[in-house]
């Protein structure tokens, strides 16, 4: 056998096993997942995602603002999966 035969085999060949596998893939039957996937249910009323908004909405103001900070205090720690730190007594000097 020389060589443009043998190239002409192997040509053959390839193609017959690339249409053998497009058939193949073709009569395959997808298999729908059997559930559809979990989706996370949030509360409707979240106050930790309003204060987000309203801080939002505030813009550079809310960098000063002592509610804002608190509210990305407890984003922060929500995200980080820590528990909120405790919350600091109030003063009672002057009164």
Do not use: H
Request: glycine content about 8%; some cysteine; hydrophobic content about 40%.
């Amino acid at each position: 056998m020389d060589g443009k035969m043998l190239t002409r085999l192997g040509a053959v060949v390839f193609v017959a096993a690339a249409v053998t596998a497009a058939v193949i893939e073709m009569t395959r039957k997808e298999e729908m997942p059997s559930s559809s996937p979990a989706r996370l249910v949030e509360p409707e009323n979240d106050p930790l995602r309003e204060g987000q908004r309203r801080c939002q909405q505030l813009g550079q103001q809310a960098a000063g603002d002592a509610d804002c900070l608190r509210v990305w205090a407890e984003t922060r720690d929500r995200f980080l999966g820590r528990s909120p730190a405790p919350a600091a007594p109030l003063s009672t000097e002057g009164r």
